[in-house]
Every structure is written in structure tokens, then in C-alpha cells.
Nanobody
Framework: QVTLVESGGGMVQAGGSLRVSCVAS????????MGWFRQAPGKEREFVAAISWSGRGTYHAEFAKGRFTISRDNAKNTVYLQMDSLKTEDTAVYYC????????????????????WGQGTQVTVSS
């Protein structure tokens, strides 16, 4: 079992920046691939970004490329999502997720790939 806790959400004006964090409170995140997803009201959960356990592999959704950056600090057991040039349509609850990576150093983009999820942190972008 991996318990994930997100933080760093809040309200920001369009064009601003936020960094959300995800910490594993009960075991090291080493050997877990991580992902960020988001869900806006009335919409399905969608993929935002993913990172392999080593951090060498990353992938961002098309809408996130050039604006969002996923990173991780395994020494701090933390994964980050830096969000710049935020738009009102980025308003959503942001969730981090973990998948046991085994011997591979891959990233994963499907929500069903992940076994563990945090409770989410609200990001609201105002115009």
C-alpha cells in the first residue's frame, strides 16, 4: 500500500503559476512510476504527465507541453508538477498516482495502469 498526499493547489489568475506536490507518506517512491491526472467538474479524469521511477523518462499531454513540467526528487519521496501560463480551462482537481515499476524504467499514461491514487488537490484558475 502506498499513501499519496497532494498539496500546493489553490487559486491563481490566468497566466500565473503553481507547483503541486505529491508525497508518499509510508514508503519510498523509488521503483514507482508516477503520474498526474486531473478532473474538471462534469468531465472524465484525464492524463496530464508521467515520469519513470528514475526520472529519466517523462511524457506530457499535448495541452501540457511547454506549460507544465513533471519532476521528482526520490530523496524527498516527492513528485512535482510545475504549472506555468495557467489557463481557466486548467481548473480541476489534480491527482497523483503511483504504479509499481518493477525492473522497467517506463512511464505510463493510462489511469488504469496505476494502482495507487492520492485524494487530489484543487487548482482554480480565474480570468
Amino acid at each position: 500500500q502506498v499513501t499519496l498526499v497532494e498539496s500546493g493547489g489553490g487559486m491563481v489568475q490566468a497566466g500565473g503559476s503553481l507547483r503541486v506536490s505529491c508525497v508518499a507518506s509510508d514508503r519510498p517512491l523509488t521503483a514507482y512510476a508516477m503520474g498526474w491526472f486531473r478532473q474538471a467538474p462534469g468531465k472524465e479524469r484525464e492524463f496530464v504527465a508521467a515520469i519513470s521511477w528514475s526520472g529519466r523518462g517523462t511524457y506530457h499531454a499535448e495541452f501540457a507541453k511547454g506549460r507544465f513540467t513533471i519532476s521528482r526528487d526520490n530523496a524527498k519521496n516527492t513528485v512535482y508538477l510545475q504549472m506555468d501560463s495557467l489557463k481557466t480551462e486548467d481548473t480541476a482537481v489534480y491527482y497523483c498516482a503511483a504504479k509499481w515499476a518493477g525492473s522497467g524504467d517506463n512511464y505510463y499514461v493510462g489511469p488504469y495502469d496505476y494502482q495507487y491514487w492520492g485524494q487530489g488537490t484543487q487548482v482554480t484558475v480565474s480570468s
